[in-house]
């Protein structure tokens, strides 16, 4: 009895992590198509999203800054935003993921890089569901210019 229950423990904590991750990998592909209530379902009601210091809180202004003209400008230069895989904690039903992410949009014929930064979420599990109630993400230094290896 103690190996099965250990087992579907840690069935159970695999699932959490796959869960975690899948909600960290969808936000990319939706935001990038300019999904912005299916983005803003990612987060819980009240949940906030803080970029450079600069807060959106709720899923409406989740929403708003997808719709916003920043954003559809990055999509109309066709944008990708790359998340990389995510170190996952999960804490019953709350969970932790940082991962680093990767902006990037069109110049016409190639992509430049928008954006390199570092991202913190912090979820809570809600009827089932790994939702993110805090995201903070903060742009990565450039410490040098291209090209240097020193």
Same mark, same amino acid.
């Given at each position: 009895?103690?190996?099965?229950?250990?087992?579907?423990?840690?069935?159970?904590? /695999?699932?959490?992590? &796959?869960? *975690?991750?899948? #909600?960290? &990998?969808?936000?990319?592909?939706?935001? !990038? &198509?300019?999904?912005?209530?299916?983005?803003?379902?990612?987060?819980?009601e009240d949940g906030s999203y803080s #970029?450079?210091?600069?807060v959106m809180a709720g899923r409406a202004? *989740?929403?708003?800054?997808?719709?916003?003209?920043?954003h559809q400008g990055l999509i109309r230069?066709?944008?990708?935003?790359? /998340?990389?895989?995510?170190? *996952?904690?999960?804490?019953? !039903?709350?969970?932790?993921?940082?991962?680093?992410?990767?902006?990037?949009?069109?110049?016409?014929?190639?992509?430049?890089?928008?954006?390199?930064? *570092?991202?913190?979420?912090?979820? #809570?599990?809600?009827?089932?569901?790994?939702?993110?109630?805090?995201?903070?993400?903060?742009? /990565?230094?450039?410490?040098?210019?291209?090209?240097?290896?020193?």
């Open positions: 009895m103690t190996t099965d229950t250990n087992l579907s423990a840690r069935l159970a904590a /695999l699932e959490d992590r &796959a869960a *975690i991750a899948g #909600v960290v &990998a969808s936000y990319g592909p939706l935001v !990038d &198509a300019g999904e912005a209530d299916r983005v803003a379902a990612l987060w819980t #970029v450079d210091g600069s202004e *989740i929403a708003a800054m997808v719709r916003g003209s920043h230069r066709g944008c990708t935003h790359l /998340l990389g895989a995510p170190t *996952i904690t999960v804490d019953d !039903d709350s969970a932790t993921a940082t991962c680093q992410s990767v902006l990037m949009a069109g110049t016409g014929d190639a992509y430049e890089i928008v954006r390199l930064s *570092i991202n913190r979420f912090e979820f #809570v599990r809600r009827d089932g569901h790994w939702l993110i109630e805090r995201r903070v993400t903060h742009k /990565l230094p450039v410490t040098g210019p291209a090209g240097d290896t020193a």
